[in-house]
T-cell receptor, first 113, second 112 residues
């Protein structure tokens, strides 16, 4: 069953802790993205990667880090430097040949206690 | 850079009536315009998209129109149903190596 999988679905973190959100896809897509969504708001781009071992900052990269060691995987680390990390995080991959259509995971909801 | 504006931010329509959401974009080089639907707490899902070489595309009760001269595109939903209640996002993309630029979203409320 092809798709994009995010885990965990819910995550609680104490202030000062780093957490890593997992994103895996078996669609053979080259491009992958991380978005942040705050309640009642739109999608803001954190990081994106168009090819293995390469990634670029999006609009709100401060306090976040990523890696792209495998085509299938694009984990996001929310570091302690991110001052307001409570949000809904969405991972997406882009259709073959970068056609534009994004396929989203189900999201990870991070709450800082 | 590209900027996408979406209106209205909230739209309330009677069940069975039509709904129209409009987006304007700034970069005339944009050539791909998708619409995503996001139900509460769920992931966004593509419902329809259009490329700059066509002016209109329909899929059952949903249609998208594109006016390249005016740089705007619109989502039309006819015969609205309760399950159409969601947030709708428009976006624009210039080409292969560019990112999607998103509108702020429209919350569509279908009144029974």
């Amino acid at each position: 069953d092809g798709g994009i999988t995010q885990s965990p679905k819910y995550l609680f973190r104490k202030e000062g802790q780093n957490v890593t959100l997992s994103c895996e896809q078996n669609l053979n897509h080259d491009a992958m993205y991380w978005y942040r969504q705050d309640p009642g708001q739109g999608l803001r781009l954190i990081y994106y990667s168009q090819i293995v071992n390469d990634f670029q900052k999006g609009d709100i990269a401060e306090g976040y880090s990523v890696s792209r060691e495998k085509k299938e995987s694009f984990p996001l680390t929310v570091t302690s430097a991110q001052k307001n990390p409570t949000a809904f995080y969405l991972c997406a991959s882009e259709g073959l040949s970068n056609t534009g259509e994004l396929f989203f995971g189900e999201g990870s909801r991070l709450t800082v206690l | 850079g590209e900027n996408v504006e979406q209106h209205p931010s909230t739209l309330s329509v009677q069940e069975g009536d039509s709904a129209v959401i409009k987006c304007t974009y700034s970069d005339s080089a944009s050539n791909y315009f998708p619409w995503y639907k996001q139900e509460l707490g769920k992931r966004p899902q593509l419902i329809i998209d259009i490329r700059s070489n066509v002016g209109e595309k329909k899929d059952q009760r949903i249609a998208v129109t594109l006016n390249k001269t005016a740089k705007h595109f619109s989502l039309h939903i006819t015969e609205t149903q309760p399950e159409d209640s969601a947030v709708y996002f428009c976006a624009a993309k210039k080409g292969r190596n560019y990112q999607l630029i998103w509108g702020a979203g429209t919350k569509l409320i279908i009144k029974p």
